[in-house]
């Protein structure tokens, strides 16, 4: 069983407007800890995921472990347009470098989450957090309908695992999971730089059967032809899973990841994708990843993130 730490509400502080009444309200006026004892009315339950071990292996700029924090802080004054209840369940964190450990006490975290009947969200943290998000819904599904995995991200992050785990492995650990577990790995990266990703990682993407679209095909003009794609992945998928790797964004629009996107995908195809994924009624969690808060001017950045829980949650 995971131990948790208490959950830290003070980051959830900021503007009032009495005058305006309820109208008015924001994100830290709402914001609940989420009761570790006992069961809470389901909603979304946030899960922070303090950790870039895996970025360090993978030999990027280390520091998204401090991205849940500055997510909450930026998320605490936005104003809220919720019909349902959200909960902060606190941090996982990743301290001594042993990031299979951490990835267990992640897996178990969203499980217990999802079992109560909520929906996770997991502030990474650098992108090894999918192996542990991905994990915590397979313990919660444990073989029902076929899981639908969507990645929008500048990499495909299929490396293969030799020794250890890092932030570019996550989905060749869980294609490797699939076929141990005789379940089929059904896997869409959206938003690929040619430039980023070897020939041998096309090559793995092609033998695994991924869907993918290059970052150069992505454009609003495209959006008919890309929505087309996902509504034939989706159905045929029981259940998805969405991460988003912010460095798949413009670098004018996400400076503060440890590699940002030469050209990347704009906001205006990310969020209708996301909208779209949303409508299906099929997501069940979705994780942010890779936003690096040493690495940001101005908050712009965290104000993005910020940006897409909202486009998450609503």
Not at 77 to 92: F, I, K, Q, T
Not at 280 to 300: H, I, M, V
Not at 304 to 311: G, K
Request: hydrophobic share 45%; net charge negative; with cysteine.
């Amino acid at each position: 069983m995971d131990k948790f730490n208490p959950v830290d509400m003070s980051v959830w502080q900021g503007r009032q407007d009495p005058e305006d009444g309820e109208l008015a309200l924001r994100w830290h006026d709402k914001v609940q800890p989420w009761p570790q004892a006992g069961h809470a009315v389901p909603g979304v339950a946030l899960v922070g995921f303090a950790c870039d071990e895996g970025v360090r292996r993978n030999k990027g700029r280390v520091g998204a472990a401090g991205a849940p924090l500055a997510v909450r802080k930026l998320l605490a004054n936005s104003a809220w347009h919720l019909g349902r209840p959200v909960y902060d369940s606190g941090d996982v964190h990743c301290e001594d470098g042993d990031l299979d450990a951490a990835h267990g006490r992640l897996a178990e975290r969203v499980a217990r989450l999802l079992d109560e009947g909520h929906f996770p969200l997991v502030l990474g943290g650098g992108h090894e957090v999918a192996f542990g998000s991905w994990s915590g819904l397979n313990r919660h599904l444990a073989g029902r309908g076929r899981v639908g995995i969507i990645n929008f991200d500048a990499h495909f992050d299929l490396r293969m695992k030799l020794e250890q785990a890092s932030s570019g492995t996550p989905f060749f650990q869980i294609a490797e999971q699939c076929a141990a577990q005789g379940t089929p790995f059904t896997y869409a990266c959206l938003g690929v730089a040619e430039t980023a990703n070897t020939q041998a990682l096309f090559a793995r993407a092609e033998a695994l059967g991924v869907w993918h679209e290059l970052d150069e095909a992505m454009t609003p003009a495209e959006l008919p032809v890309l929505l087309r794609g996902l509504d034939a992945f989706i159905a045929r998928c029981d259940h998805l899973y969405l991460t988003i790797d912010l460095d798949v964004l413009p670098a004018a629009v996400m400076p503060g990841v440890s590699a940002p996107a030469a050209r990347g995908v704009e906001l205006a195809v990310i969020e209708p994708l996301i909208a779209h994924i949303r409508a299906s009624g099929k997501l069940r969690l979705a994780d942010l990843a890779e936003y690096n808060p040493s690495l940001d001017q101005d908050n712009r950045s965290a104000r993005v993130a910020a940006r897409l829980v909202h486009q998450l949650t609503k």
